[in-house]
């Protein structure tokens, strides 16, 4: 095997080696920015969960306290009701 046969045999095994690696650089290169684009959109996304879900929690928090304070209401109306002398058949409210 001559000089000329080795470096044929070099330019044959390495110009595809090169190429491989360069092709291979360039797309892990472009999945690394694509992953960095789909992790700031859940960032993102997780985000605006959390703006709604702190929405929906004072939402929430107003309606238990509606109902909470309604029902205390209630309670007092029905209690109240209770106390006052019951109607003998033919009479008549003023």
Known sequence: MGPGEVVSLLIVVSIPTILLLYMARRFFSFR???????????AEKAAQYATSNAELEARVRVLEQIVTDRGMETAAQIEALRDKPRLQSGERIS
């Open 32 to 42: 690394e920015k694509q992953l960095e684009a789909n992790t700031s959109a859940a």
